[in-house]
């Protein structure tokens, strides 16, 4: 490894504690309303600022990864999905901070800051090692498309949380009425996600601490253009316990975990692709981990999570909330255009020689920017405000999340590169 990566892996290290210092400080500030008896708006403006400085602190480590990064592998990184999410991370944050200077709300902070945690951690799971570039992304449209359409998602994250923070103030836990109810559910569920997300980091991370490994040997049958069969053999590593087996395979090593030495079953014969049942298998993890995590918290809270952060938020306007949600989205459409559908079909041309090829990608491109027009649509000319407009700005940045994430690793495509 070179100086320049040496730097960069140093600056990424502390860019994450900096941001997870900056979600302390904010979670004081927000907690510390209730828990200050002389003056809570002090308080919250005093511990708010210093969240802040750490964020900023942060973002700045940050800057230094990415530069130095793109000194020491000779092209910017943002090329995989190591790269991409770190990216994103570095973006959200700079999305926040711009949104924090115009409306100074630490609320918005308290669940922004974790966001950038979990993502970044997200990003840590993939190889992190510099990779060359294949011809498709070796193109001055790499920095243009890849950066906008990041900025404009990092803006549509920001509103997710403010939205998130405002459906948490208004959404009434103890409504016993069938749409209170309703509405308390989905909002938990919301939050359960977030929770098997947190339960998926944990379980790579855990399993990779201990050094676990799986090793199978999976057969698989294609066609080729002149209409014969091809037998292929490859290997397929797990770092997590199989729980699920690749289909119509062989077991090569398999370390024992909880007393199991072998796979509880195989992954059914539709799931052939290479990588089918380790996914399968990474999907069946993080939601015991969630479930194990999430039944923990309601161990010690007694009560669900949304109906125990709900009083904390007692004397905010959700009004405020709301407008910083719609502005954060405001900002980050006409970026997000430019840079998923305008420059990304500009880049496709020049790459594949056509504007539009149906990717799944560019499907999903499609879609996220509909979705916005819809909620842009919606709350200008309809009138959707509040509630239902924090609603939408949730939903949409859960699409936007299938797109950078979902699309790349399970769907086959011209952009599955970036799930290397």
Not at 178 to 204: M, P, T, Y
Not at 241 to 258: E, F, G, H, Q, W
Request: glycine share 8%; net charge positive.
């Amino acid at each position: 490894m070179n100086s320049w990566l040496q730097a960069s892996s140093n600056a990424f290290i502390v860019a994450f504690f900096l941001y997870c210092f900056s979600f302390i400080g904010y979670a004081v500030a927000v907690a510390g309303r209730r828990w200050s008896n002389r003056d809570p708006e002090a308080h919250t403006k005093r511990w708010g600022r210093i969240g802040f400085t750490l964020a900023v602190l942060g973002w700045a480590a940050h800057l230094v990864f990415f530069f130095t990064r793109w000194k020491g592998g000779g092209h910017i990184p943002t090329s995989n999905m190591y790269e991409f999410m770190t990216f994103l991370g570095m973006a959200i944050m700079f999305a926040f901070i711009i949104v924090n200077m115009i409306y100074r709300n630490p609320l918005v902070g308290a669940f922004a800051t974790p966001l950038v945690v979990i993502i970044i951690a997200y990003a840590s799971v993939f190889p992190s090692d510099v990779q060359p570039l294949i011809p498709a992304l070796n193109s001055i449209w790499l920095k243009v498309h890849v950066t906008t359409a990041a900025t404009g998602e990092a803006f549509f994250a920001v509103g997710f949380a403010a939205a998130l923070v405002q459906l948490l103030r208004v959404v009434d836990p103890s409504r016993k009425d069938k749409a209170g109810r309703r509405a308390s559910r989905w909002l938990e569920f919301v939050l359960f996600f977030i929770v098997i997300v947190v339960g998926f980091l944990i379980s790579v991370f855990g399993f990779r601490a201990g050094g676990y490994q799986a090793e199978f040997t999976q057969e698989t049958f294609s066609i080729d253009q002149q209409g014969n069969e091809i037998d292929t053999v490859q290997k397929v590593e797990y770092g997590l316990p199989p729980i699920v087996a690749p289909y119509n395979s062989d077991t090569v090593a398999m370390d024992s975990y909880l007393g199991i030495d072998k796979p509880l079953f195989e992954a059914p014969s539709w799931m052939n692709g290479v990588n089918a049942g380790r996914k399968l298998n990474t999907v069946i993890w993080s939601i015991i981990s969630g479930l194990i995590i999430y039944g923990l918290i309601r161990l010690v809270i007694r009560k669900p999570i949304a109906a125990a952060i709900h009083p904390y938020l007692d004397g905010i306007d959700p009004d405020d909330l709301d407008e910083i949600s719609y502005r954060a989205i405001a900002i980050g459409f006409p970026v997000f255009t430019l840079g998923a559908l305008i420059f990304a079909m500009i880049w496709a041309q020049i790459a594949w020689s056509r504007f539009w090829g149906w990717d799944p990608k560019e499907v999903w491109a499609l879609i996220t920017w509909l979705f916005y027009s819809a909620y842009l649509h919606l709350r200008l000319s309809r009138g959707w405000l509040g509630v239902r407009s924090a609603w939408l700005a949730v939903i949409g940045f859960i699409v936007v999340l299938f797109t950078l994430i979902g699309v790349n690793l399970v769907i086959a495509g011209l952009h599955s590169y970036a799930g290397v």
